[in-house]
């Protein structure tokens, strides 16, 4: 201390630093002051400088005071081992020659203080300094400046109540890195909660999960991510556990930071003032046991579509024959009154209303169960649509409007274009239905592509190019519970004698056997859109893209040789009697054997075989074609069936070269079916 020199002093205290330097301690300088009059140096300070002094100078804690306009740095035997060797070289000194290395950090402490004698402090302030033999290091302290006025209110100096921290702040950081490295090996996130909820800690993985930050999280209840469903659940089990449940284990939903939902299983357990929970992300489970859930139910609608399906097509079988025996009759019964039997006509012409009435029900039942024989044609869907415009408005009605909308570069179809019509028309009604006070229907025309996620969550869909036909109204629209049921055959809505029910189940079959796929979306009040998926046709439409001509000419028979086989009767003599009364030779037989025994007996070649494709006798129709032909090459067949089976018909569409008559069939379809295939092969053989 002999080096301390008048220019060492404390600015506005003459004589302290020669009293130091004096008494050799700062503990003769304590009792200097409590020693009363005469105090000698000490008369020259200020009453707050000496107040100030006593207090530094009988304190235990570490105490700086920072004095006058040079800042003037006194302090206490407990502060002494903090600056290290430096002391007590720096007693007395300005702040910036005694702490050079911390200047830059302390002044802006100091001035705000002094300068607006406003109390700081600063916790776990770190510094960079060098102490015990000039080795640098970080440490760190709690500081507590408080000004110190002058008698006239100035600020005379800065007192500082010092705590170093630096052993307490290495520790928690090691505490923390120490947890970081646990919690980072836990692959489920962590966290810990006070009794309400607020969390205080969280694990590293609640990051990587929701992307929000540590400081985001902390400090705050998790009701502003939660979702609101499940607020009021997770309140009751944090409730719970407060009252000291022991361990809760439940399930919500969290919000991350990109808007998504995350899905948590926790278990939580209450420890004294704490919550401790474990939560594991179980999103990905969950949506896979909804896209599980998902497919089973798809897979139950399916099979009992499929059972449903199987049922109809069975019952459709035997209900043709049946109608084909009565509808048959009829027609004959019809042509052989006079015109003065008003009365039995006019039964007839009822009686045979109410059987093709019977006709389309089982034809429809036939769609639904995927059983119908398609003729697929390569079609343009846009010429379809606007082809049926104008049937569309003429049977709607003046209070529905129609629009059809085309897209340019639509790719091409191959598909029945009769069912198809039959569809459209269909939906347009139940549409019209829909919209008693009128209102508007939209038939769409797009190109579109189902991807390989959206086809793993229906039944019997490919992923691929489809071309779209949407069909939208405006009208009531049906709840979830109706939707549900809505393609299911004799569900309706309407009321009695106004709906079959089959409609649009007779439309989902048709484009299910078409290979297409079929959507249904409808809210109530708010109208229904059917959405078709049909597969995309690789390759040109044909030349003459015109569709089927119709028949114009009379029905007339002939007089070839027809072999008959029919194991019904009652059918089999109907058809006999149509074919003998247009002048035909006809042959009959009951099963398939009886018609090759009586192909063989013939006399002379026949001309064309007629059979029904399901017998008894364990041979198919197609069984005899084959045998027959075999017997008498070239041999012409035709033939028919109430029910298609894969005989003649493989993935919805008739075998190449086969031709059928569907049951129930008239006296016109038959002889212009039978007629239409003597001629166009006489032409072939001519040509």
Not at 440 to 460: F, G, R
Not at 495 to 522: A, C, D, N, P, W
């Amino acid at each position: 201390m002999d080096r301390l020199t008048e220019d060492n002093r404390l600015s506005g205290a003459p004589g302290i630093a020669e009293m130091i330097a004096a008494q050799g301690a700062l503990g003769a300088l304590t009792a200097r002051i409590d020693a009363g009059s005469p105090l000698g140096p000490v008369n020259g300070w200020s009453p707050a400088l000496v107040s100030t002094v006593r207090l530094m100078l009988s304190s235990q804690a570490e105490i700086v005071l920072f004095w006058g306009p040079e800042l003037c740095a006194l302090y206490n035997e407990a502060y002494a081992p903090t600056i290290g060797d430096k002391h007590p070289r720096v007693l007395g000194r300005p702040a910036r020659e005694g702490w050079t290395e911390l200047w830059d950090d302390l002044e802006p402490l100091l001035r705000s203080v002094i300068d607006r004698g406003q109390s700081v402090h600063a916790k776990d302030r770190p510094f960079y300094i060098e102490r015990d033999g000039g080795q640098g290091e970080q440490v760190f302290f709690d500081i507590n400046y408080s000004p110190v006025f002058e008698a006239d209110g100035s600020v005379g100096g800065a007192l500082c109540i010092v705590s170093e921290t630096t052993k307490r702040v290495l520790a928690e950081k090691e505490m923390r890195a120490d947890r970081a490295r646990l919690w980072a090996l836990a692959r489920d996130p962590f966290l810990v909660a006070d009794r309400d909820g607020t969390w205080l800690a969280a694990s590293p993985a609640w990051t990587d999960i929701l992307g929000w930050s540590e400081a985001e999280l902390i400090g705050r209840t998790s009701e502003w991510m939660e979702h609101p469903d499940d607020l009021e659940k997770t309140k009751g089990e944090i409730a719970g556990l407060a009252r000291g449940t022991p361990t809760v284990r439940f399930e919500n939903r969290f919000r991350a930071k990109d808007g998504s939902y995350r899905n948590f299983s926790w278990t939580a357990v209450p420890e004294n003032d704490l919550i401790y929970c474990v939560a594991r992300d179980v999103t990905e489970q969950r949506a896979h046991a909804r896209a599980l859930a998902e497919a089973e139910e798809a897979l139950r609608q399916a099979q009992k579509m499929e059972t449903l399906g199987q049922l109809t097509g069975g019952v459709a079988h035997d209900f043709n024959n049946l109608l084909q025996i009565v509808t048959g009759n009829l027609e004959l019964l019809q042509r052989g009154l006079n015109e003065d039997q008003a009365r039995l006509r006019r039964a007839a012409d009822n009686a045979m209303a109410g059987a093709e009435r019977a006709a389309l029900l089982t034809q429809r039942l036939l769609a639904f169960a995927r059983r119908q024989p398609l003729a697929p044609e390569r079609i343009d869907p846009n010429r379809l649509v606007s082809g049926m415009s104008d049937m569309l408005n003429r049977t709607l009605g003046e209070t529905i409007e129609v629009e059809t909308i085309q897209s340019a570069r639509i790719w091409p179809i191959e598909i029945d274009v009769n069912q198809m019509e039959n569809a459209l028309l269909n939906l347009a009604v139940n549409a019209r239905d829909a919209m008693p006070d009128g209102g508007k229907l939209t038939i769409e025309v797009a190109n579109t592509h189902i991807d390989e996620d959206y086809a793993a969550q229906e039944a019997e869909v490919s992923p691929g190019q489809y071309v779209l036909i949407s069909v939208s109204d405006t009208g009531e629209g049906m709840d979830e519970e109706v939707l549900s049921h809505a393609i299911e055959p004799f569900f309706t809505t309407k009321e009695v004698g106004r709906g079959t029910g089959l409609g649009l189940s007779m439309v989902y079959g048709f484009i299910k056997q078409s290979g297409g796929h079929i959507r249904v979306y409808s809210e109530s009040g708010h109208g229904t859109t059917v959405k078709i998926y049909l597969p995309r046709f690789y390759g040109p439409l044909p030349d003459n893209d015109t569709g089927v001509a119709e028949r114009t000419a009379p029905v007339c028979g002939g007089d070839e040789t027809v072999l008959v086989c029919e194991d019904d009767d009652k059918v089999r003599a109907y058809t006999v009697d149509v074919l003998k009364e247009l002048g035909y030779r006809v042959i009959e037989a009951n099963d398939g054997a009886a018609a090759l025994r009586a192909l063989d007996a013939a006399s002379q070649s026949i001309d064309l075989l007629f059979t029904d494709v399901i017998l008894p006798g364990g041979m198919t129709g197609a069984d005899i074609a084959q045998q027959a032909r075999a017997q008498q090459p070239g041999l012409k067949v035709l033939f028919a069936t109430g029910y298609a089976r894969n005989a003649i018909i493989h993935h919805g569409r008739l075998d190449p070269g086969v031709e059928l008559l569907t049951k129930p069939f008239t006296y016109a379809e038959l002889a212009t079916k039978v007629r239409d295939m003597l001629d166009r092969d006489e032409a072939r053989q001519v040509g």
